[in-house]
């Protein structure tokens, strides 16, 4: 299901009604980010959270720190619950032999450039990659999980919709309040257009740096000019998938909105190729959602990744080298 409309609006009479709900929420959040921290892998551990729920970037953002962490030398591995896939591990996502039905759409995207653990366990997923000789590991999610010592902290959001009502579940779209989470962050990485940050920069006062950066397309040496596209995501925001595919000029004939992970059934498959041939459009869908098609579809259907693209970098890397040395 997408997000409900009041979660983003000031003021909302459903949001008030629910507010008794976040609170109790909200406190079971803090009750458990209280509890002591658990193992210390004695590398560094890098978390790459949020305080909303939903589509903030997390998997680009992990991306770029690997490619990041790569370039220094670092051998990194990254760690996740396998959101939505069976298997419970800990185990290391191999992308041939995996589907996204064993571990999760997003491990096995992630896969393609670092090691990638999957487990329900944090502690004992962590084991498993330092056996395995990770030098530093990277957290997806887990920012309110003290399961493991963490030495950097980054807060992913999306800048044009910042903290939402700034409300918990389910009055608003956050897992804890605002001031809560950044109170253990130490930095937010806003992900959006400069306006977009700038305004974000503008009504958030953060107590730690805001950095930035934009999702770009990443060239390939494919013109989507004058494409004719059926396009369909199943991402935290589709919007801002079928956004950029316009942006970068093609003709958008179809743009269907899936619900955050769906699976790609065949009989769903089946319906979109039918309705890609008679409009005479290309399919068309995320990296993520790629990685979910069934195997008849793969070379029916094209991909557009897209890459952070940071505003300042070197910011990112002075946090960074500041983790390595201590924990190194």
């Keep these: 299901m997408q997000p409900p409309g009041f979660w983003f609006r000031e003021r909302s009479v459903l949001a008030s009604l629910l507010a008794p709900l976040g609170s109790v929420y909200a406190a079971a959040t803090a009750r458990r980010v209280a509890r002591p921290v658990g193992f210390d892998p004695d590398v560094p551990v890098i978390c790459v ?12 953002t992990v991306i770029a720190l690997l490619q990041i962490l790569q370039a220094m030398g670092v051998t990194v591995h990254v760690l996740s619950r396998g959101y939505g896939g069976r298997l419970q591990g800990p185990l290391q ?39 395995a000789g990770a030098q530093a590991l990277i957290l997806d999610d887990g920012f309110q999980d003290p399961a493991l010592r963490k030495d950097l902290s980054l807060v992913v959001v999306d800048a044009a919709l910042g903290f939402g009502n700034g409300r918990v579940l389910p009055a608003g779209p956050l897992r804890e309040p605002v001031a809560a989470g950044l109170s253990r962050a130490d930095g937010v990485l806003a992900i959006g257009t400069s306006d977009q940050v700038a305004a974000f920069r503008a009504s958030n006062r953060a107590p730690v740096p805001v950095l930035a950066a934009q999702l770009k397309p990443l060239q390939m040496g494919l013109s989507w000019q004058g494409q004719r596209v059926l396009a369909f995501a199943g991402i935290g925001r589709p919007e801002k998938f079928f956004a950029t595919l316009r942006a970068e000029g093609a003709e958008l004939l179809r743009a269907e909105a899936l619900s955050d992970h769906q699976p790609l059934s065949d009989a769903l498959m089946a319906r979109l190729e039918l309705e890609a041939k008679a409009l005479g459009a290309q399919m068309v869908t995320t990296e993520k959602d790629a990685v979910r098609l069934p195997r008849s579809f793969r070379q029916k259907v094209m991909t557009l990744p897209v890459r952070l693209d940071w505003e300042d970098e070197g910011t990112l890397r002075g946090m960074l080298e500041r983790v390595l040395p201590e924990r190194g």
């Excluded at 729920?53 to 998997?59: E, F, H, L, N, R």
């Design 93 to 131: 996502v191999v992308e041939r032999q995996h589907s996204a039905a064993d571990v999760g759409d997003e491990p096995l995207l992630m896969s393609a450039f670092a090691p990638v653990w999957v487990g329900r366990d944090r502690v004992a997923t962590a084991r498993a990659a330092l056996a």
């Design 49 to 60: 959270g949020n305080i909303n729920i939903g589509g903030t970037g997390k998997t680009p």
